[in-house]
């Protein structure tokens, strides 16, 4: 199976920061800095990225300000 095009988030701005952009690979779910093409890649099974989701939208990976 093809891996599908990368796809930009769309909380990226357009003033060339951190971007993050995805793709699914095979039963994969992949990573890249979009600055960074050729850079790494960090693969994830589709179990681990739904855990780290669900962690994001419960606020476990919050900075604490103090």
Known sequence: MK???WKKSSRSGS?????VEIRRNGALMEFRD???PGGPVL???P???AAWLAGVKAG???LDPS
């Open 43 to 45: 693969p994830f099974p």
């Open 60 to 62: 476990e990976f919050d």
């Open 34 to 36: 979009s600055k960074d």
């Open 3 to 5: 891996p599908t095009p």
């Open 15 to 19: 003033n060339g920061g951190s971007c």
């Open 47 to 49: 179990e681990a990225f």
